[in-house]
């Protein structure tokens, strides 16, 4: 799948997604603006309770927390606490890593 405007930027931004239901799936523009702000929030939303995000074939968005720990301020030596906290991971699923490497590939065979 690939994007427009992807190739003066590295990013492909939410509009990118949009303009991509729109043209697939026949929604109007503003269905599918709809449709892929619906998605994000309910993401947004699982996240917020706690609870992990898997979505099958693509990837898995996990909560961990992460305790007080001890460290050192490269710039000064002085000691800092960083504090306890929850972090949001990211894990691809194997057929999305295997689609990128496979893209990478056709990439660097051209």
């Known amino acids: 799948m690939i994007l427009k405007n992807t190739e003066s930027r590295s990013t492909v931004v939410k509009s990118d997604l949009v303009d991509r239901v729109y043209e697939k799936v026949g929604f109007t523009r ?21 609870e992990s995000v898997r979505i099958s074939r693509f990837a898995s968005f996990n909560l961990r927390d992460k305790s007080a720990r001890n460290a050192r301020n490269p710039k000064t030596g002085e000691p800092i606490e960083i504090r306890s906290r929850r972090v949001l991971t990211f894990k691809p699923s194997r057929q999305l890593l295997d689609a990128t490497n496979q893209y990478s590939d056709e990439q660097s065979d051209s």
């Open 30 to 50: 503003q269905e599918a603006v709809e449709a892929v702000e619906t998605l994000l929030n309910e993401i947004k939303s699982v996240l917020a309770k706690g």
